[in-house]
């Protein structure tokens, strides 16, 4: 049985970090690539991150990169997201999500939520002084 289990969302203040937690089970985790996704109130979802399970390659929307980290354990089935240097425009529901690695690959939809098969019921991170 397909299962997420997301955690480490809270409530932090600006300049502040927090590190997610994604495990999943149910699938063959190295035929996968895991996104991090986000959706803040009134706007679309967008991608974060995704880390290829199988050999580890990361890839960052622009203007994410050097704050956000992503990586994984593949024993544990869990994949992170590191948020540093956080900013009231990162509250939102973070998503993690799973779609096949060959077909993120095409045409790199890596960030293409279409793309994704299995999705977390989200993690509310909240950026306020």
């Known amino acids: 049985q397909l299962q997420f289990v997301e955690s480490g969302g809270g409530l932090v203040q600006p300049g502040g970090s927090l590190r997610l937690s994604c495990v999943v089970s149910?699938?063959?985790?190295?035929?996968?690539?895991i996104g991090w996704f986000r959706q803040a109130p009134g706007k679309e979802r967008e991608g974060v991150s995704c880390?290829?399970?199988?050999?580890?390659?990361?890839y960052y929307q622009d203007s994410l990169k050097g704050r956000f980290t992503t990586s994984r354990d593949n024993a544990k089935n869990t994949v992170y997201l590191e948020m540093n240097s956080l900013k009231p425009e990162d509250t939102a529901v973070y998503y993690c999500?799973?779609?096949?690695?060959?077909?993120?690959?095409?045409?790199?939809?890596?960030?293409?939520?279409?793309?994704?098969?299995?999705w977390g019921q989200g993690t509310q991170v909240t950026v306020s002084s």
């Open positions: 880390i290829t399970m199988s050999d580890g390659r990361t």
């Open positions: 149910g699938i063959t985790l190295d035929r996968y690539g």
């Open positions: 999500a799973a779609g096949l690695t060959r077909f993120l690959s095409l045409g790199s939809r890596w960030f293409d939520v279409e793309t994704y098969d299995y």
